[in-house]
């Protein structure tokens, strides 16, 4: 019974990661191009793509590296960009840390916007799911997107600059987060911390090596953290 239900699991969460392959692909189709017309062979790209896995990093590494920015700033760079990462992990963690260790292992490499935001969601709404259950759903999110994702990074440098402008490929990442982001804006904080980055983007774009992107995300951070202290002192004294 435990399998069927988590066969029946892993197929919703199939079901629900399947749309994003509308993103994906594109996504991945001009990273593939960009990381061609950067000079990387075949072999190059999709080494980058599957041990990265990570399309934001991914072309922010790539973009600093063609500006001849420094190794360590590359580096920090990508860091801070994937630093969302690292809490998404911490919010799954009450729902998959009991699985083992192997399972674990495999899906903080498949951690990514898309399962996060999914699994998220589905593990509130449904507090009664099985750790087994929980991580089939996870796997199954991500099921149909990383294949879409390599399949396009390799269509994309394989095409190169064969593609056309006028396809724009790059609004796949903007309507990404934006899609995500927008129903997860639930609390004061979460505004909060979402408004402070932007601004503080908008602000610090002059600034080089894209160093803004690392100033925008401390300050939003500090911000949501600093706005929930004071929403629950509020809570507290009323």
């Given amino acids: 019974m435990s399998f069927t239900t988590s066969k029946s699991v892993y197929w919703k969460g199939f079901r629900d990661g399947a749309p994003f392959i509308m993103v994906a692909a594109p996504f991945g189709t001009l990273f593939g191009v960009f990381a061609t017309e950067a000079g990387l062979n075949l072999v190059q790209v999709m080494t980058f793509t599957a041990t990265v896995f990570a399309g934001a990093a991914q072309f ?9 920015t420094p190794t360590l700033i590359v580096l920090l760079s990508a860091l801070a960009v994937n630093l969302r990462v690292a809490m998404y992990s911490a ?49 199954g999110t991500v099921t149909p997107l990383a294949p879409a994702w390599y399949l396009a990074t390799y269509l994309g440098a394989v095409l190169g600059t064969r593609i056309p402008e006028s396809w724009a490929l ?69």
């Fill in 91 to 139: 919010a799954l963690t009450p729902y998959l840390g009991a699985a083992p260790l192997w399972q674990r292992a495999v899906a903080a490499y498949f951690t990514v916007d898309q399962s996060y935001a999914l699994s998220v969601v589905r593990f509130e709404t449904e507090p009664d799911l099985t750790v087994p259950q929980r991580m089939a759903y996870f796997f």
């Fill in 170 to 238: 790059d609004f796949a990442l903007p309507i990404t987060f934006l899609a995500m982001i927008g129903p997860m804006l639930r609390t004061l904080p979460h505004v909060i911390a979402a408004l402070v980055a932007i601004v503080t983007a908008l602000l610090t774009a002059g600034v080089p090596f894209n160093l803004g992107l690392l100033i925008a995300g401390t300050a939003g951070m500090m911000a949501g953290a600093q706005a929930e202290v004071m929403l629950a002192r509020r809570n507290k004294n009323t």
């Fill in 60 to 68: 922010t590494a790539l973009q600093l590296l063609l500006d001849d």
